[in-house]
């Protein structure tokens, strides 16, 4: 497996959990803190393009040209190593990172803008940033620490069952960068069962996208709906509580659209959906408002708090 | 019927999409076997007319009404065909491309017309933003919470501790210059002109 | 870098007495050479001219002249030593056949140059080249390799069997190591092979059994199973082995094969041999016909309760029955240590792992075979059912870049699967029979086969699988029908995937014991696919069978009669090997071992704390010369003296305003200047050819000494497709560097890679270079241009 640093980790901030799930970020740096993660954030750093980017929006060049800049703001910073909160934000930066190492003449005409841009210190050196040893997900520097999680657990979860969905630009578009076989991902399976909660291993579609689809979701709902339904259907046949994310955009189709999708299926899943950070903050004692931020979710994720509660209650007695 | 000329060079389009800044390291375009696992795993193949082979054919055909095809719209880059392709080929990446290519010649523009608030904010904020266009349609979906989440925004990330979302101004104005060398103004521009020329009609 | 103290322009004896004999062939020389010119510039005890020198008549006159004059040393001046160098060989005793050497004053000059007196100022060039070499010809004895008649066959399968009893025919002691208790291999688990003869199918136990019978019969053969190798050692062209037995617990001699034991042993283990399909017991006899027909314990489930041996009425089981170390010393090894099934882990979306209903076809092969699992029934694992459909997915694993994947295809799957389908539609004619595959791969005369099976309906979908899923009780495979361009999910009960092969554990541990090369996918490499199958980069040990690379039985069959065949060549034929091979001075050498690194063809090696010389392998490439920091090397006929008084030779006439290139290249570079000469195409005369065994040979010293004595430009051509091409690389460049630090023109230096039959190529590189080397010249300053040959 590559190596995970626990160190020098620049906490790279996304678009989507800035505005839709704050508690990612929130529980991420909780666990960071926990654990001794030794990591900033910067104000100074700029989304990734990623939406816009596979929206066919921005071209890659300019997508580059922001990941060097972004890249310049970790190495000022002495951070070097990235931990994205979003499976896009990881798939760019990696994917820019191997186009500024490998193609001269791309560096050097988006060298020429930082410096023409006034930003000449910003600019990209050769192998500042390796794809592969430096560009990680937050869940990566977490999988590394399962052993200590597992020590940390604080609450009883036995009673639950969580299935995950793994995010198609963490595990297939650099495959080859992933943790386990990219055709069963395990990663999120593992941390969870480091908490003591049955996990769903395999189930049907367990590989397929979100079903967002980046402008599917905007021009083609029902066609987008449709994917994320079969995701849903195969859940709720096997009767999980918790869909776990690695990131804010499948958790936003899963979350925000499931009254809507169960509706026109005339049915109700009930699938709470929650970043496998914010399930690993729960486990590990946090508050379930002040950190795991689980207002902004639609799903209610009260329901499972409920049990939670229940089991330490019982504990206690 | 179809007449193979000789001395026509067919992997013309194919050459052109291998050299793309977007394609992969070894992307195995020339490579493909027509095996269709990719079609088999593709979402957008089991509920559309799409099929990434057919796409993977057509281009090693030199089909160039591939880039004016409303088909090539149709895929949700899950690059699921990228991840289990034996050749390495990616119908993912080709699709990518060739969008770029329409939007380069003019069909495509208004495909993403909708999506260029998102550069807005880009260049705003520097940060990315769902396109405001389709806020009244998702709320629909996502239901009043979701507005009422919007308004108390800032107090609950300040309940979670977390700090500003926006960047300092300085930082703005670098991504500003940045994005306008890179082009991407322009192009921007462009993209907001033809959504103008799409709403007036 | 002043070259000195290699080479004195003395010849080591003050008085060698030389003999010189000149052809005129029939005119083919002397018509464009000045015989008499030559003749009259030569300086030796004796010059003679013939008409036709290798006539028998002038050969006996030869001899008769050496015998007169009591001559040290002969040089003959005529055709390509290439052609005739061996017949003058012969025909010098009693002198040394080595103290010979030839100038090719025909093909490469009289032939390619038609200017008489540039042509004789040549011939006269090369003719003093020869006298100078020739000064420091040592006398060498032909080797004879003495190897033990005796060989270790890795491996009991089908391949090893083969090898073994072909060996053994000959006459030669063979020693079969089997890792497991029982030969066999895994033919004898497939049950049936197909027969495109017949279009039917055979068993294969009763087409193998007979082999096995006579393997254990014959007086020739050894069979040592439950048997690992462990270590390994060269020693002249022999090999000491250790092998390790692991102990079976039961005395071989004693046991009767009751079975008793195994009725009360209390421990159940999954069968391997029936793909653990069904159990076992820690005491066991693998299959009935195992051989040798004994029970074994295993040893890591036994449980030593000593139940078994309370029923033995032979007293065979001994618990305590320790492991024992067998050295072996054998002439030559085979490896036939075959391969193993795909992990299909690694594709977790067929659902192997998680579906009992999906299997591979080696456990279709035991699922089907009348002494598996279900005694020969089609059935199914879950619940033991006759399957109403049998899907079957090609290129499981095979034909697959992906990380886990095998880049190659397996070439025995769509066989196995036309097999299986054959035959369940045969004797299941309700089960349904569909293939996904991307391409059907029948060469030859399967495809009468696969005819024959496709008219017993069997349904083709054009298609690679992506995922196999369980909804409900019913087995779900989804793929594309590429024909119809359409996703289909086909509802079945049962999946077999036709698994990739990969090399066995055995093959991957085995070559590293005896130091074989892989290939990339890590199967035995051959030292070359197409002239020298089934010899690996270690000479004296060969491969065959599946350990090599994906085969079927046939091909396994031909490649271990292959395989013997080599064994016995070098055993039977008492080899004579030319001395022309690295010499290692034991005095010199402090064992560092970078020759033994460097050696590509692994002909050196270390043994005893000692560098030894495999005579078979050395090519006398003379790589390892330059690597040894202690001048511990030598080759033979190659020496550096034998070099610098060629070159010394070649360039000390060489006058005022003349230009001189000297052209090293090895044997094949040599053959196409031949063939330029033959076929009369021309070059310039500056040229000068040495012939060297590889440019591996030559060291910068060489060519600063060519420089420094005269040589206008310096020409290295060698074939470029061997395994030490990149040697050659980093020689060249190391080259150029020196030249560039010694200020001469890298210009006047040129690396050509040489083809046998592209002759036309070499010739206009010639011209080409002769044209560069005046013009680099030309901004030459004129003191260096004349660089003195004087003070050496
Ligand atoms: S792109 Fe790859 S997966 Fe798709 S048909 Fe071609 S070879 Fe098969
Ligand atoms: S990336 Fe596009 S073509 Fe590939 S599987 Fe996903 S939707 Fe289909
Ligand atoms: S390089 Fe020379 S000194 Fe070293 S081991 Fe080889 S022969 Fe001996």
């Known amino acids: ?247 804010p955009n499948c958790q936003l189709q899963f979350d925000r659209n499931q009254k809507v999708i169960g509706e026109s299926f005339g049915t109700e899943f009930n699938i709470i959906c929650l970043n496998v950070s914010q399930f690993l903050a729960l486990a590990l004692g946090a508050d379930p408002y002040k950190v795991v931020g689980i207002q902004t979710h639609t799903v209610p994720v009260e329901p499972i708090l409920d049990k939670i509660k229940q089991i330490i209650h019982a504990y206690e007695v | 019927m179809n007449t193979l000329k000789i001395g026509e060079n067919t992997f013309e389009l194919a050459q052109i999409i291998i050299k793309d800044l977007k394609a992969s390291e070894n992307i195995g375009i020339l490579k493909c076997i027509q095996c269709g696992m990719c079609t088999s795993l593709c979402p957008a193949a089991r509920h559309t007319d799409y099929d990434p082979r057919e796409i993977v054919k057509r281009v090693l055909d030199k089909d160039e009404s591939l880039i004016t095809d409303d088909i090539i719209w149709n895929c949700f880059y899950c690059y699921t065909c990228h991840s289990v392709c034996p050749v390495n080929n990616s119908a993912c990446e080709v699709n990518q491309i060739l969008r770029q290519k329409a939007i380069d010649n003019g069909k495509g523009k208004p495909k993403i017309a909708p999506f260029s608030a998102y550069g807005d904010s880009f260049l705003e904020y520097g940060l990315g933003a769902i396109p405001n266009d389709f806020f009244d349609h998702l709320l629909k979906d996502y239901g009043k919470e979701w507005l009422q989440l919007k308004v108390d925004l800032e107090d609950i990330r300040e309940e979670l501790g977390l700090g500003p979302i926006l960047l300092p101004e300085k930082d703005v104005n670098d991504i500003n210059k940045i994005l306008e060398k890179t082009g991407f103004t322009k192009r921007l521009e462009r993209v907001r002109r033809c959504k103008d020329e799409g709403n007036s009609r | 870098m002043k070259v000195k103290g290699h080479f004195s322009r003395y010849a080591p004896k003050s008085s060698i007495d030389i003999g010189v004999f000149l052809c005129k062939c029939g005119g083919n020389i002397s018509h464009t050479v000045d015989i008499r010119r030559l003749k009259s510039s030569i300086d030796a005890k004796v010059v003679k001219e013939f008409e036709n020198l290798c006539s028998i008549k002038c050969q006996r006159n030869i001899r008769d002249v050496i015998l007169e004059e009591e001559l040290d040393r002969v040089v003959i001046v005529a055709c390509s030593p290439i052609t005739h160098e061996k017949t003058f060989r012969n025909h010098v005793a009693p002198l040394n056949p080595y103290l010979l050497e030839m100038a090719n004053i025909r093909e490469q000059c009289s ?90 199918e055979e068993c294969a136990l009763c087409l193998f059994n007979p082999l096995i019978n006579e393997a254990v019969q014959h007086k020739n053969i050894n069979i040592i199973t439950n048997a690992e190798l462990k270590s390994s050692q060269r020693k002249t062209g022999n090999f000491s082995l250790l092998v390790e037995r692991r102990p079976s617990f039961v005395k071989e001699d004693k046991c009767m094969a009751c079975g008793n034991c195994a009725e009360v042993c209390p421990v159940d283990v999954p069968n391997e041999w029936n793909e653990k399909l069904m159990f076992r017991k820690a005491i066991y006899k693998p299959f009935p016909q195992s ?12 449980i030593k309760c000593g139940k078994c041996q309370k029923v033995c009425t032979m007293k065979a089981i001994d618990l305590e029955m320790k492991g024992e170390i067998i050295p072996l010393n054998v002439g030559s090894v085979v490896i036939a240590t075959g391969h193993k099934g795909f992990d299909l882990e690694k594709r977790p979306e067929y659902g192997y792992c998680r579906n009992e209903d999906v299997i591979t076809q080696m456990e279709l092969a035991r699922i089907m075979g009348v002494n598996g699992p279900t005694n020969g029934k089609l059935l199914k694992p879950s619940d033991g059912k006759v399957p109403r459909r049998v899907v079957m997915v090609q290129c499981a694993g095979s034909r697959d870049e992906k990380p886990g994947g095998k880049r190659y295809c397996s070439r025995v799957c769509c066989m196995v699967a036309l097999k299986h389908a054959n035959f369940i539609r045969r004797y299941y004619p309700e089960t349904e029979i569909i293939i996904c595959y991307t391409d059907m791969r029948t060469p030859g005369m399967y495809e009468n086969y696969f005819r024959h099976v496709q008219s017993k309906e069997i349904k083709l979908i054009r298609g690679r699988p992506g995922e196999i899923v369980k909804i409900d009780d019913t087995i779900v495979v989804r793929v594309e029908d590429t024909l119809k361009g359409e996703q289909v999910e086909i509802e079945t009960d049962m999946v077999v995937l036709s698994e990739a092969m990969e090399p066995s554990k055995g093959t991957i541990k085995v070559a590293e014991t005896l130091n074989v090369g892989l290939t990339e996918d890590l199967f035995v490499k ?236 070499l010739a206009n590189k010639l011209t080409e270079f002769d044209k560069q080397v005046s013009k680099a010249l030309d901004k030459l300053e004129p003191v260096l241009y004349k660089a003195s040959s004087k003070d050496l």
Not at chain 1, 56 to 62: G, K, R, T
Not at chain 3, 590 to 606: F, N, P, Q, R, T
Request: aromatic fraction near 8%; glycine fraction near 6%; charge should be negative.
């Open chain 1, 1 to 247: 497996m590559k190596e995970i640093p626990d160190k020098e980790i620049l906490l790279f901030k996304s678009c989507l959990v800035n505005v839709e799930y704050p508690g990612v970020e929130s529980s991420t740096r909780f666990l960071f803190d926990k654990l001794g993660i030794e990591y900033i954030v910067s104000e100074r750093q700029s989304c990734c393009t990623g939406l816009g980017h596979y929206s066919d929006l921005f071209d890659q060049f300019s997508t580059a040209a922001l990941a060097a800049r972004n890249f310049g703001i970790a190495r000022e910073l002495g951070h070097k190593n990235i931990a994205t909160l979003c499976a896009t934000c990881y798939a760019i930066l990696k994917k820019s990172g191997n186009i500024l190492n490998k193609q001269d003449h791309i560096r050097d005409s988006i060298n020429k803008i930082l410096d023409d841009s006034g930003v000449p210190d910003l600019k990209y050196n050769l192998e500042d940033m390796d794809s592969r040893s430096n560009i990680f997900h937050a869940v990566e520097i977490l999988y590394n620490k399962v052993d200590e999680i597992q020590d940390l657990v604080e609450v009883d979860l036995s009673e639950i069952k969580v299935a995950a969905h793994h995010a198609c630009h963490y595990c297939k578009v650099h495959h080859k960068d992933t943790i386990g076989n990219v055709r069963d991902p395990m990663v999120m399976e593992t941390l969870a069962r480091a908490c003591g909660v049955q996990t769903v291993n395999w189930y049907d579609r367990k590989t397929n996208t979100c079903g967002n689809g980046f402008r599917q979701r905007y021009m083609n709902k029902d066609l987008s709906f449709s994917i994320t339904a079969e995701k849903l259907m195969s859940l709720k046949e096997n009767e999980v509580d918790i869909l776990l994310h690695m990131c």
């Open chain 3, 526 to 761: 051959e030292k070359h696919p197409k002239i020298r199958p089934v010899t690996t980069d270690v000479e004296g040990i060969y491969v065959c069978g599946t350990a090599q690379g994906p085969k079927d039985i046939t091909d396994s069959v031909s490649q271990a009669n292959a395989a013997a065949s080599k064994v016995s060549e070098i055993m039977n034929g008492g080899l004579e090997i030319e001395p022309t091979i690295a010499v290692v001075d034991n005095y010199k050498c402090d064992i560092c071992g970078e020759c033994v690194k460097a050696c590509k063809y692994k002909a050196i090696y270390m043994h005893d704390e000692r560098i030894s010389v495999d005579p078979i392998a050395c090519t006398g490439c003379g790589i390892c010369i330059s690597k040894c920091k202690n001048k511990a090397v030598e080759v033979m006929g190659q020496t550096d003296s034998q070099i610098f008084a060629m070159i010394f030779g070649l360039l000390k006439d060489k006058k005022e305003g003349e230009r001189r290139i000297l052209a090293f290249v090895d044997y094949i570079g040599y053959v196409a200047a031949d063939n330029i000469g033959i076929n009369r195409i021309s070059y310039p005369e500056s040229v000068r050819i040495i012939r060297i065994p590889s440019i591996n040979r030559l060291m910068p010293k060489h060519v600063l000494f060519a420089f420094e004595n005269g040589a206008d430009g310096i020409f290295l051509g060698e074939y470029p497709d061997d395994i030490m091409y990149p040697d050659i690389q980093a020689k060249v460049q190391e080259i150029r560097s020196e030249l560039l630090r010694n200020s001469i023109d890298p210009d006047r230096l040129l690396y050509y890679k040489v083809y046998a039959p592209y002759f036309r190529g």
């Open chain 3, 111 to 200: 032939w390619v140059h038609s200017d008489m007196d540039k042509a004789t100022e040549k011939a006269i060039s090369l003719t003093n080249a020869a006298i100078e070499r020739v000064k420091y010809a040592r006398p060498l004895d032909a080797i004879v390799r003495k190897t033990k008649k005796s060989a270790a066959v890795i491996g009991g399968g089908i391949s090893g069997i083969t090898a073994a009893l072909s060996i053994a025919k000959q006459g030669i002691k063979v020693h079969i190591i089997e890792e497991k208790p029982t030969v066999g291999g895994n033919m004898i688990k497939i049950g049936k092979v197909f027969s495109p003869e017949k279009l039917a």
């Open chain 3, 291 to 302: 051989v040798p027909d004994v029970y074994t314990i295993d040893e890591e489930n036994c």
